[in-house]
């Protein structure tokens, strides 16, 4: 099973999921002669499950063939379509996932709730394929729920409907999916991933017992516990060499790889990958093969290598065809990118490089199109490419405001549903209640009595829920703080979406790729999670500092009459004063902020967010051309560069020589001075 249970290396292609830990085992056909009993058809159809990874087409035909020789009746439907579906979500077959769903929850009324958690399991994997992070959590989460009265041992009467594949993985698909929400979710995940360790134990299952013990080594070394991470991934290589599961030891490999790039050892990741990347081939395991490949360049342009990087995207391009290559394509593109870049061949990257952008256009997810951007921007700047590096970054931004509005309204239209659907079903209920207690007067108004205080407890506690489920949807996971959305919604709260008034600060950590890939992006994660941090305790409670996206930071003050310049002075001096602590290590950090006080002259139009935004960008853009680590303040600009959102920082640059935009610099203690010597238009503050 399946994609979600993929490792967390950080490949764009799989930003919020985990890479693919795979499952191949060789399937021996059911006889067609005679009928197969329960557990051999569970058996079978887990097995067509992890074949599905490989060839889904071929296994969901094996699985339909699987009916005319199982034993007849609902419960084996069911088995037959949970397997279906799981097969469809993995692949991203939405139309053949959504069939099986549905008749798993019309089979529900005859076999059992059983059905409806196997439907629930199956939804929250295709959630997941579409990057619905949200929905599949609450949707694996209940189907744990609902399959613990038929599986968990401390509580089930009677475990022979248990199918202990799906159990198992529903356990390790919640452990993944709250992993990353901070360190609550950090011990959650160790709770799921240790009743899968016991389901797995149980089952007599040491493949599946090395997964969920990979999983738990992964966990221990983010924790900053390097020592229990060895103990459990030995334990883990033991049982995948017991297991005798090429899958197993891929897996395995996989992870030890990954434990080693977070501690910084990427020449002993590599070889570990590689491994498993060998293990996979001879195996026959071409998809997973596959999926190494890109991993396998990430590391050798990380250990700048950009011309191994270079031979193995051409030998995984000339090697295989386009169906196995395809879902990877624009993750081998800009890697060829930025290894030409790295290799001084700028030229020939920039005539790859607007086939690959009109590509990204068609991508819906503009957080994972974000990942492109930001590391194909690196290297334009590293390659010396300014004017491309700036127009890529522009490109980008303009998509990011284009697309926010969409989605927070596809939030709050997907919150009235499911508020609606709650109402709807709570009114279905209390008529068929009165309807049942009408007979006699005394015994309603004794109802009446009774059911009003829970009614009330009931719809306070559902508004609680909604409270709860919109905060989470507009929380940064990693830093606790607002979200895009969430700044979004309290600007339209207080009327300043279309004419934004205070101060507005973009905040851009430098330098930040090459933190990551010097430590690791546990290091990365590590100073975004202490600068997000110091920008809160310069600020009062009811100002706003929000993760807008990658190393992004905007800080919103709506309090008129503010001192925009003395907040930026403690701004800058909490950020560069003292070094971040990661692992025994001391990380020097510093940040180029973009501001502004806004109106900026009450002359003219009131500007709106995005405006006011894009001009902050600017300037934010000018701080890191002129040497970084420092602030620049745009005071005034003509209303009309405002048309260009994506030629804004041109524009300033270009405007303040001339003296139609007036600049005021602020540079932290030890910065370099501007490598172009400003106007007298642009002037150098003191950092008070």
Not at 129 to 144: E, H, M, Y
Not at 304 to 333: C, Q, T, W
Request: proline content about 3%.
């Amino acid at each position: 099973m399946s994609s979600w249970l993929q490792w967390p290396i950080n490949g764009r292609d799989f930003q919020r999921r985990i890479a693919v830990a795979g499952m191949l085992l060789a399937v021996s056909a059911a006889p067609r002669c005679e009928p197969v009993s329960r557990i051999q058809l569970q058996y079978q159809v887990n097995r067509l499950v992890d074949l599905g990874y490989e060839n889904p087409q071929s296994s969901l035909e094996a699985l339909r063939a699987l009916e005319s020789g199982s034993v007849p009746g609902a419960d084996s439907r069911r088995i037959i379509e949970a397997g279906a579906g799981l097969v469809a979500a993995d692949s991203g077959l939405t139309d053949d996932a959504h069939h099986a769903i549905a008749e798993l929850e019309r089979l529900a009324p005859v076999v059992g709730a059983i059905a409806h958690a196997d439907a629930l399991l199956v939804r929250a994997d295709l959630e997941t394929q579409q990057d619905q992070t949200q929905k599949s959590i609450t949707d694996i989460a209940a189907a744990v729920s609902a399959y613990a009265p038929f599986c968990d041992f401390a509580i089930a009467r009677d475990v022979r409907d248990c199918n202990s594949f799906n159990w198992f993985y529903a356990n390790m698909f919640a452990g993944v999916d709250v992993s990353g929400q901070g360190a609550n979710g950090s011990g959650a995940a160790a709770a799921y991933f240790a009743a899968a360790q016991d389901i797995a134990e149980r089952a007599h299952r040491p493949d599946l017992e090395a997964r969920a013990s990979a999983f738990m080594a992964k966990l221990a070394q983010d924790g900053g516990n390097a020592d229990l991470s060895n103990r459990v991934l030995q334990h883990a290589e033991i049982l995948a060499e017991r297991s005798g599961d090429a899958s197993a030891l891929e897996f395995v490999k996989i992870f030890r790889s990954m434990i080693l790039t977070a501690r910084g050892d990427l020449p002993g990741a590599l070889a570990a990958l590689r491994d498993a990347q060998e293990i996979a081939r001879q195996a026959g395991h071409r998809r997973r093969t596959n999926d190494l490949i890109m991993h396998v360049v990430d590391l050798e342009l990380k250990q700048g290598h950009p011309d191994l990087a270079l031979a193995e995207i051409d030998r995984a391009l000339a090697d295989f065809d386009n169906r196995h290559v395809a879902y990877m394509k624009e993750s081998l593109d800009a890697d060829r990118i930025i290894a030409l870049l790295n290799m001084g061949k700028a030229s020939e990257a920039l005539r790859a490089l607007p086939a690959l952008l009109d590509a990204l256009d068609a991508k819906v997810d503009l957080a994972e199109r974000s990942d492109y951007v930001d590391q194909l921007g690196e290297a334009l700047f590293g390659a010396g490419q300014l004017d491309a590096a700036l127009a890529l970054f522009h490109r980008e931004h303009q998509a990011i405001l284009a697309g926010s509005d969409r989605k927070f309204e596809h939030l709050v239209l997907d919150h009235q549903a499911a508020m609606q659907a709650a109402q709807l079903a709570q009114r279905r209920k209390e008529i068929r209640w009165w309807s049942f207690t009408g007979a006699t007067a005394l015994l309603l108004l004794a109802i009446v009595g009774a059911i009003l205080p829970w009614q009330r407890s009931r719809n306070r506690w559902l508004a609680r829920a909604n409270d709860a489920l919109r905060d989470q949807s507009e929380r940064d996971p990693l830093t606790g703080l607002l979200n895009r959305e969430g700044l979004l919604r309290s600007l339209r709260t207080s009327a300043r979406i279309d004419a934004f008034a205070g101060t507005l600060l973009l905040v851009d950590i430098d330098h930040f790729k090459r933190i990551n890939d010097t430590l690791g992006h546990a290091g990365g994660d590590a100073v975004l999670q202490e600068v997000a941090h110091r920008l809160q305790s310069c600020l009062r409670d009811e100002d706003y500092v929000v993760r807008w996206g990658g190393e992004e930071l905007v800080v919103a003050v709506l309090s008129p009459q503010f001192d925009a310049d003395a907040l930026v002075d403690r701004i800058m001096r909490s950020i560069t004063t003292a070094p971040v602590s990661f692992q025994q290590r001391a990380i020097r950090v510093s940040a180029s902020i973009g501001y502004g006080m806004f109106p900026l002259d009450e002359t003219q139009r009131p500007l709106s967010f995005d405006e006011s935004l894009a001009i902050a960008d600017a300037g934010m853009y000018y701080a890191k051309r002129h040497g970084r680590s420092s602030a620049v303040r745009i005071a005034a600009l003509p209303i009309e560069l405002l048309d260009d959102f994506g030629g804004l920082p041109a524009a300033v640059e270009r405007e303040a020589l001339t003296g139609a935009v007036s600049l005021g610099i602020k540079r932290a203690a030890g910065t370099e001075e501007d490598s172009v010597a400003p106007s007298s238009n642009v002037s150098e503050l003191p950092l008070a």
